[in-house]
Every structure is written in C-alpha cells, then in structure tokens.
C-alpha cells in the first residue's frame, strides 16, 4: 500500500513538473524562410541621400545582387510574385546603437527580445554590455546559428570600468597595464567593440583608447564621471555623458541630470567643437529620457501598449516604482522635474550637434523601464525628429549613419553587395515617421518575414506570456531574483543604468 501510495504521489508530482516546463515554453519560434527576393516597382529610400522610384532590386542569398530601373513589365502589372510589393517604399533595415538582452533567468526572454527587434524592422541591434555575463551570446549566437529569427547581434562583451564596479560582468582597469590584457581578451572572445564606463581615470581611460585602437576595437560607453569630454575622446558617447563637467565628488543618477539647468551657450558650443575635431559621435537614447518621465503617471504607463508586448514580470515588478530596479523606487517629483528639463536640454544639444555635421545615432537602451524592444526606437526615431532632424535625418541616424560606423560595408544602405536588410512599407516614412506603422514586411538578412506572420507570432507570444501558470511564477520567480540580487542597501544603492 505505501509503495503504491509513494508511486502515485510521484506520478502527480511529474506531472506537475511537466505542467510547469509546458507553461513556461514558449510557442515555437517563427519559421525562418529561405533567403531570396525580387522587388518590381518599388521605391528606394536612402534616408539623408534621396529616393529612386520605379526601381528593381533583387536579393540572392544575404545580399542584395541588383538595383536598377524597374523592367516595362512591371509598370504597373509585372508577374504575380512582383506584384505583391509593387510600389512599396523600400527603406534599409533600422539599426538600434544601444540595447541590453535580459539576462538568462529561465523564463527565455531572449527570443523575445530579438522578435520585437525584427518585428518593428529593427534588423541590426549594438548589444552595449552584458552586465552578468549571460545575457549577449544566447541572443547573437540564437540568431547567428538560425535557432530563432531577430537581428543581426554585435556585441561589445563586459564592460571596462574602475575599481569597485557597477556591474559584476566587468574588466577591471586598475592600472593602465591592466588594459591592454583585458581588451585583447574581449577581441579574442569575438566582441565587436569596448563599452567604457563611470570609474575609469583619465590614465586608465588613455590606456584602454590605445588597447583598443591596436586590437581595431572601437571605444563606446560613458564619459566617466572623472574625466573631462574634452579627454575621454571616445568613439561613440552615450546618454551624452560628459556633456556637463565633471563633479567631486559625482552626483548619483538621476541628480546628476541636474547639470542640463545650467547647461550654457557656451558648453554646447564647445561639446559641438570637441565632438567634431575629434570624429565623435554620440547616441543620445532620448527614449530613456522621456520614459523616465512617464512614470510619473506610473499607471498610465504600464497601460501603454508597447508595453503589453512584454510580460507583466516588467510593468508589474521589474519596472515597478516600489519594489522593482532599485534606480526607479520612490522617486520624488524633483526627480520627475528632471528628466523633463533634461529632455529638452538634450535635444537641443542634439539639434545643434547635428546641424554641425556630428554624427547623431539612434539608440534605445532598452531593459530600462519601459523602454520596449524594437518599439522604443520608433518613439526615439519621434524624439530625434522633434529635436529638430525631421523625419529623414531620424530615420538617417538608425540606418545611413551607424551603419557606416559599424564596420560591415554597406550596411544601411540599398546598394548592390550590401546586406539584404530592408524593410517595405505602404506609405513613405521619410516624409511622417507615423508611417511607420505601414510596415508591409522584413527583409533581414535576405529572408522576408510578412506583417501577417509577424503578427500572428506576435499574437502567439502574448497567449502564452497571459496563461496563468506562466504569469503566475514568472512574477514570483522574479520578485526572488530581485531579492536575492540587491539583498543589501548598499546592494541597491550602487545599481545604476547601463
């Protein structure tokens, strides 16, 4: 009878554990199609450059093979497959300078990610720092290998920071001999560039600039909060770091975002000058800005509806203002006050900048709250406009200009022999970005994925992500996390954002 009463209680508790892993896998993801396509009287949009109507292009493998005027067959009817996207408007496949993959917990949340990227036309992302070391390769080795769809992954690895660090995934730069070592390994690990961060010195900040230019490695990150713009020199400034001079001791995030009150003239000038002497370019992330600022009004926020395309574990703890990242907890309304005022003193640094010709990319930072993969480069694409690019100069800051920077020849651009990311659209979004939401399809890396597949995954992710088994331990799973991460006051005090 006890045999039978142990049996019995070790079938159902198996079964309860398949229960369990059944509702946390999630649906399978979207098929990949062979690469390949021909395109008959489109429209070419080379954001910042001019468009070319009545065009052809034709993708061979991962490459576009052709460009030319449309054949007179195809003005207006042509073959059955031309037609389905004859007169669309073809723009080169969006490139987000600054995301983070969520870390693996188990819940894989990484496939998710990388299918928001690519369905919101987002076919190449700038991974800007795993901060625990599991994060990048499940998300640039999934896509890399075909194990799920999402955009092309570059990655700059662990960050290089100072003693003490922020973040536990970090090289330690003590010494400005402990630089050359550290940025040789994360070339040889197959990292694609070195993110910088708040403690480095002047010297050991001038060590990793010559590690990294021998190893042909470029410099991003934070202007640490120790040296002055003018030294930092780095390749690629984010959240426009350094554009205030340096505090002592430094103010704590988000107080230090007091410095855009008295942010002068004078200071913009010389930003604007040191960027352009010394080939800087700089993404601003204004999204990071203007979302912090929506918290304000928390629960009309968590409405939003980007951001129901992730699970509640986000809205409801991880972004939650009292127990979720310990930087978004019981914010004051100064602190509010602030994001406002830096909001508007960034882009009109960015305004200025651009119009002296500095290099302005478009990036995300997305993991910081209710900033949502792939739709959040859409509100960012609206922020740069607003601050003054227009419609085409946003739109050129995620595709002709970082892809330039990036380091793969013709990427972001329409030309024969470059990479076959493009996206097609009904209406033109170089003339309204809200055009953007007539995405007809996305092409990445040769393979088009249609708005209806995209949809019905989408649709497929939110059924499973609303079961209750699911909702239900992904939320205690988490908050435990949480707990377990910043058991410690000083713990919570140190986090900051990426």
Known sequence: MLIRILLGAAAVLAGLAALLWFSLTPPAPLARPEPGIVLENVTLLQPGEGRRARQRLVVEGGTIAEVGPASAAAMPSGTEGAQEWSGAFVLPGLIDMHVHFPPETGLRQTELFAFLHLAHGVTTVRDAGDVDGTATAPARDGVREGDFPGPRVLACGPLVDGPDPVWANTRVIATPGDAEPAVAQIKADGFDCVKAYTNLTPDTLAAVRAAAKKHDLPVIGHVPARVPFEEARLDDVQHLTGAHPPRDPPLPFPKVLVGWRDFTEERARF????????????????????????????????????????????????????????????????????????????????????????????????????????????????????????????????????????????????????????????????????????????????????????????????????????????????????????????????????
Not at 283 to 291: E, F, G, K, N
Not at 315 to 332: I, K, Q
Request: proline share 5%; with cysteine; glycine share 8%.
């Open 271 to 498: 930003i604007t000058g040191m960027s352009l002497a010394y080939d800087i370019a700089h993404t601003p992330t204004l999204v990071v800005l203007d979302r912090q600022f929506a918290m304000r009004d928390y629960e009309a926020a968590r409405q939003g509806e980007d951001v129901g395309l992730l699970p509640r574990i986000y809205r409801d703890v991880v972004w939650s203002p009292t127990e979720g990242l310990p930087f978004v907890r019981n914010r004051s309304e100064e602190d509010y006050r602030l994001f406002e005022d830096a909001l508007l003193g960034s882009q009109e640094l960015v305004a200025r900048m651009h119009r002296a010709g500095v290099r302005i990319h478009a990036g995300t930072d997305c993991q910081i709250p209710f900033v949502v993969p792939g739709a959040a480069l859409h509100r960012e694409l609206h922020l740069l406009s607003e601050a003054g690019l227009g419609p085409e100069g946003a739109l050129a800051a995620a595709t002709t200009v970082p892809g330039a920077s990036l380091g793969i020849a013709g990427l972001g651009r329409l030309d024969v022999g470059s990479p076959a990311d493009l996206l097609l659209f009904a209406k033109d979004p170089t003339r309204n970005l809200d055009h953007l939401d007539t995405l007809l399809g996305v092409v990445a890396d040769g393979r088009v994925y249609r708005r209806a597949d995209l949809d019905a995954q989408q649709e497929a992710y939110r059924r499973h992500h609303d079961g209750r088994i699911f909702d239900a331990t992904s939320v205690f799973l988490t908050r435990q996390v949480l707990k377990r991460i910043f058991a410690t006051d000083e713990d919570a005090a140190a986090q900051e954002a990426p």
